[in-house]
């Protein structure tokens, strides 16, 4: 399978603990975006990376939330201190540098954060 | 004003008709436009992308683009049941690789 992939799938946690998400883009896609998404909203940008930089950042992620990406391959995302209104679908997507479509994002799977 | 806006819907139509989803757009230096479907609880997955003026044909989908008018379609020929599901509007207003979503709207093809 040569599609985004995102780990783990679902998690569940309680209101106070820390979390990580991975993310391993399509092989040769250098940019990576994380996104979260919530019941009947579109997907809401995080934060986006070129290579192991991180380019941008959304107001939405808080002091709680960061992102890494150290060797411009895979990226893991972490929330501390976790609060309910953090129960989310958290989406994984890339895109390439180079070709024809280069801002177009393929989405992984997702990983649902459910907060109790 | 939201920058992607689509109707909620649901959009009802026929099997066999032609559905017509539809999205606005704020910002006028919009470079690239992308439309995905999402089934429930799964993640968006792309139908297509379009950047010039006028439309687009993959399949039974056409994309159609009018920047002067600042908005974005999506045609479906020949629905079928198994169209209906929710589909997002996605915008890039270029400088960085930000994409903003509509909220969706969600297609009811009819038997």
């Known amino acids: 399978d040569t599609g985004v992939s995102q780990d783990p799938r679902h998690k569940i946690t309680k209101r106070g603990q820390n979390v990580t998400f991975r993310c391993d883009p399509i092989?040769?896609?250098?940019?990576l975006y994380w996104y979260r998404q919530t019941l009947g909203q579109g997907p809401e940008f995080l934060t986006y990376f070129q290579n192991e930089a991180q380019l941008e950042k959304s107001r939405l992620l808080s002091d709680r939330f960061s992102a890494e990406r150290p060797k411009g391959s895979f990226s893991t995302l972490e929330i501390q201190r976790t609060e309910q209104g953090d129960s989310a679908m958290y989406l994984c997507?890339?895109?390439?540098?180079?070709?024809?479509?280069?801002?177009?994002?393929?989405f992984g799977p997702g990983t649902r954060l459910t907060v109790l | 004003q939201k920058e992607v806006e689509q109707n909620s819907g649901p959009l009802s139509v026929p099997e066999g008709a032609i559905a017509s989803l539809n999205c606005t757009y704020s910002d006028r230096g919009s470079q690239s436009f992308f439309w995905y479907r999402q089934y429930s609880g799964k993640s968006p997955e792309l139908i297509m992308f379009?950047?010039?003026?006028g439309d687009k044909e993959d399949g039974r989908f056409t994309a159609q683009l009018n920047k002067a008018s600042q908005y974005v379609s999506l045609l479906i020929r020949d629905s079928q049941p198994s169209d209906s599901v929710t589909y997002l509007c996605?915008?890039?207003?270029?400088?960085?690789?930000?994409?903003?979503f509509g909220t969706g709207t969600k297609l009811q093809v009819i038997p």
């Open positions: 997507a890339s895109s390439p540098i180079r070709g024809t479509s280069t801002d177009t994002q393929y």
């Open positions: 996605a915008v890039n207003s270029g400088g960085y690789q930000k994409v903003t």
């Open positions: 379009i950047y010039s003026n």
């Open positions: 092989s040769e896609h250098n940019r």
